[in-house]
């Protein structure tokens, strides 16, 4: 069964560029990683999801090393808006399917 | 607005009482995920179900039990209630049940139990 590690707590500035890593040991070749956001008292919502090597979107990008043993989302010149906690999740696609979520990490950015 | 809807937005409650809880996912959703976010705690998986049937278990209480209805909604059952039990319950839809489907979250509902 895989667990997934984030940093609680990041701070950054605006304009800069974020990079928040999931650690997540134990994925399995199949296994899935998504991240997403979420505002106080809102239901999270979907950024960006990868199986390997790197996946870039409009609003986003994910780094996956050969490993597979970590995951890092980069935000690019971040804003105020972007303060949010940010979870990783990893979906297990073996007979005992699962769905692991990461803690979290709140994400602070100062003006 | 993601297309999910959840009733009621609030609930007060005691210990000891029953509650249910309501999800209807997006359009086209067959799978339904809920989850339990305590204050200023993460999200706590704790069921899926995809069309009808349980796809995976997480951290449900026996105490907690859940259904998915033949017209895909979804409802979540609290009994009896303890005060631990004061979080914010999401629910999620998606269209497929494997790891790459992207999850849609509804609102949530506030449960409060005095």
């Known amino acids: 069964l895989a667990k997934t590690t984030q940093p609680i707590s990041m701070d950054s500035y605006e304009g800069q560029e974020v990079n928040i890593t999931c650690s997540h040991n134990n994925i399995a070749t199949n296994d899935y990683i998504t991240w997403y956001q979420q505002f106080p008292s809102q239901g999270p919502r979907f950024i960006i999801q990868g199986y390997k090597t790197k996946v870039t979107n409009e609003v986003a990008s994910l780094f996956i090393p050969a490993d597979r043993k970590s995951s890092t989302l980069s935000l690019p010149r971040v804003s105020l808006s972007d303060t949010a906690v940010y979870y990783c999740?990893?979906?297990?696609?073996?007979?005992?399917?699962?769905?692991?979520w990461g803690a979290g990490t709140k994400l602070i950015i100062k003006p | 607005d993601s297309g999910v809807t959840q009733t009621p937005k609030h609930l007060i409650t005691a210990t000891g009482q029953r509650v249910t809880l309501r999800c209807s996912p997006r359009?086209?959703?067959?799978?339904v995920y809920w989850y339990q976010q305590s204050l200023d705690q993460g999200l706590q998986f704790l069921i899926q179900y995809y069309n009808g049937e349980e796809r995976a278990k997480g951290n449900i209480l026996e105490r907690f039990s859940a259904q998915q209805f033949p017209d895909l909604h979804s409802e979540l059952n609290l009994s009896p209630l303890e005060l631990g039990d004061s979080a914010l319950y999401f629910c999620?839809?998606?269209?497929?049940?494997?790891?790459?489907?992207?999850?849609?979250f509804g609102p949530g509902t506030r449960l409060l139990v005095l």
């Open positions: 999620a839809s998606s269209v497929g049940s494997g790891g790459q489907e992207t999850q849609y």
């Open positions: 999740l990893v979906s297990e696609q073996n007979s005992n399917y699962q769905l692991i």
């Open positions: 359009s086209g959703d067959l799978s």
